[in-house]
């Protein structure tokens, strides 16, 4: 599956609410180094990066 896919079911299961899902992707992030999640998705590199980010928020819990 691509990056850009597991991230899109991610959000969806951890928030569950389209508005909290658009609320998360155009928030500027400190986890994401105040970038939103929505810029960095722009790049491969990015994705990995809220992969990662949104992994902590399964291990510890929603943000």
Do not use: K, W
Not at 17 to 38: H, I, S
Not at 47 to 63: F, I
């Amino acid at each position: 599956m691509a990056p850009e896919n597991d991230v899109a079911l991610i959000i969806s299961g951890l928030f569950g609410d389209p508005d909290l899902e658009r609320a998360y992707l155009t928030t500027p992030n400190f986890a994401l180094g105040g970038r939103t999640p929505a810029e960095l998705l722009q790049t491969e590199a990015g994705q990995q990066q809220v992969l990662s980010e949104l992994q902590a928020h399964l291990d510890c819990g929603p943000p």
